[in-house]
């Protein structure tokens, strides 16, 4: 049984380290800030829950009762890694950060709406 959770130990830890260095190369590798804001944000988070598991599937069998508190620093992380990203992507374009030709998805010219023709202004009959 000791051979078994340690060979699910072994794949969690590379699995989960796969995916962080795939992160970490998308990170060094991606032209602009958009891009590269995938990296962190998608597949390291990934990469960490992988080898946080693997912490709870060792600790658990060791110590013969479920190691449950590690469980919150992945939930934190899957919380808050969407979260900053969101952030860090309106500030991007808040800051009208520079784009690589290959970005699909150009931001709004104007503003959050400008697509649609909304500049956030009052029109006759509108509520305000």
Do not use: W
């Not at 860090?88 to 010219?109: C, D, H, N, W």
Request: charged share 15%.
């Amino acid at each position: 049984m000791e051979t078994f959770v340690e060979a699910i130990v072994c794949l969690l830890l590379l699995a989960g380290s796969l995916f962080t260095l795939v992160g970490a190369v998308g990170l060094a590798r991606l032209p602009d800030f958009f891009m590269r804001l995938h990296g962190p944000t998608k597949s390291t988070t990934l990469g960490v829950g992988g080898i946080v598991l693997a912490s709870v599937v060792y600790f658990s069998a060791h110590n013969n009762f479920a190691s449950l508190h590690e469980l919150l620093i992945p939930a934190f992380l899957f919380l808050t890694a969407p979260i900053s990203a969101h952030m860090l992507a309106k500030a991007g374009i808040q800051q009208g950060v520079t784009l690589s030709e290959a970005t699909r998805g150009r931001p709004p010219v104007t503003g959050a709406c400008a697509e649609r023709g909304n500049t956030g202004e009052l029109r006759e009959g509108d509520e305000g």
